[in-house]
């Protein structure tokens, strides 16, 4: 598998800010990581690319970045966007953020918000999108914040900005979200703790803090794992071991809702790699049955609920989910996306405001009701969600591009060629 997505950008902009040489092996080398590569390299770190893959990075210190003399062009990263603006919030410089159609209609309103109690300023575009003018504060302001809803980015986006803030600066967490951020900063040296307290969880970081430079081997991402596992549970005959992907509890959601559903999946070699859990796993094809998807798990699982709905479209009964407003704002709308794509393919499906109720088809191939493409509103896991689908149909899928899973998986389809052969 490709690295892992969310550690890969992290660990860009922390040896940016560290005084001296990170070296990250792993590194995914999608459009959206090179895409944070590259800002960082706008705004003084130097990033190198070896012969062998591994990546150099040279950082300018907390609180020593430089003003960036273009606009930090996003691509399609959402990630990218919200990290950068925590990072930049506590720093004095002026920054531009630009991205391509899709991201320029995300919502950034809830990073906005806890910056600007930092002391950050921003002139965003109507409706709180990209593009987006921000002007950071040095020193910024530290603050106890409580997230409103389950969000890992707007976590992570208070943490960095926490970095160069005199004094301690804490998130309260209602429901737990992916915790790379916090290992990670752990990793580099920053003053951070993690307390669970009346079932919250309470991540403190004492800042200005100076970061210490380490080696990163970024595991493969479970998100992208996630569709291979799929595939191998749908079609007939399968027994697929996918190699080093990454089990970090906060991000598994997607295997124990499988394994619920009668999914055979094993793990094996399980070890940890810089910090992280991580097995191999073998998947093997499974008669899966419906079920009710505690919607508490959704944190750990929000990029895969795409995929999820693809399994949930061959299994035994009916599959309901709840919870997933989040969906709706994502690279695309992939509630609704994904309900008009399953459809064009064959499937049963019914939209509710907050989730779908999938009628599986009892293991049966699904055949599609019309010869229009599934439209992918530029989303990579529309895309690579509805190219599993299509392995299991009987006509298989057309998708309309292709092209936005380079963003996050730049080798899908040779590897679905290989896996499929």
């Keep these: 598998m490709p690295g892992d997505k969310s550690i890969s950008h992290r660990s860009l902009m922390l040896g940016a800010l560290a005084i001296g040489e990170t070296r990250v092996t792993g590194l995914l080398e999608g459009e959206d990581v090179l895409a944070t590569a590259e800002a960082m390299r706008q705004m003084g770190a130097s990033i190198v690319r070896e012969d062998d893959g591994t990546y150099r990075v040279n950082g300018v210190g907390v609180g020593g970045l430089l003003q960036p003399k273009a606009a930090l062009d996003m691509g399609n990263s959402g990630t990218s966007t919200r990290l950068l603006m925590g990072l930049l919030a506590s720093h004095g410089i002026i920054a531009a953020f630009t991205g391509d159609a899709s991201l320029s209609g995300r919502p950034m309103n809830r990073v906005i918000e806890p910056l600007s109690q930092m002391g950050a300023q921003f002139t965003p575009s109507p409706g709180g999108t990209l593009p987006l003018m921000m002007d950071g504060c040095e020193p910024a302001v530290p603050m106890i914040y409580r997230l409103p809803v389950a969000s890992a980015q707007v976590k992570s986006a208070v943490l960095l900005a926490a970095l160069n803030t005199p004094g301690i600066t804490k998130v309260i967490e209602p429901v737990p979200t992916r915790d790379h951020s916090e290992r990670m900063l752990k990793g580099f040296g920053a003053e951070i703790t993690v307390e669970e307290a009346d079932g919250e ?17 970024v595991p493969g991402d479970p998100s992208s794992a996630a569709f291979f596992i799929v595939a191998a549970l749908l079609v007939p005959g399968s027994d697929l071991v996918i190699e080093n992907v990454g089990l970090n509890p906060t991000r598994a959601g997607l295997i124990t809702i499988l394994r619920q559903m009668g999914g055979s ?14 097995a191999d796993l073998r998947v093997r094809h499974s008669q899966l049955a419906g079920i009710a998807v505690d919607p508490a798990i959704a944190p750990a699982m929000i990029d895969e609920f795409p995929v999820l709905f693809v399994a949930a479209a061959f299994a035994n009964g009916t599959t309901t989910t709840t919870g997933l407003e989040e969906l709706r704002v994502k690279e695309s709308d992939r509630l609704t996306a994904m309900a008009d794509a399953l459809r064009l393919a064959g499937a049963q499906v019914e939209e509710h405001d907050d989730g779908l109720e999938i009628a599986g088809s009892g293991g049966e191939p699904l055949h599609g009701t019309s010869d229009a493409p599934v439209t992918t509103h530029l989303d990579h896991r529309i895309a690579m969600s509805m190219a599993i689908a299509g392995l299991a149909s009987s006509g298989g899928v057309e998708v309309d591009s292709t092209d936005p899973i380079a963003t996050s998986f730049p080798n899908f389809m040779d590897l679905l060629s290989g896996a499929s052969a």
């Design 201 to 217: 969880r309470h991540i403190a970081v004492s800042g200005p803090c100076d970061l210490t430079p380490c080696n990163i081997e």
């Design 265 to 278: 999946i094993e793990e094996l070699n399980a070890r940890e790699v810089g910090g992280e859990p991580v």
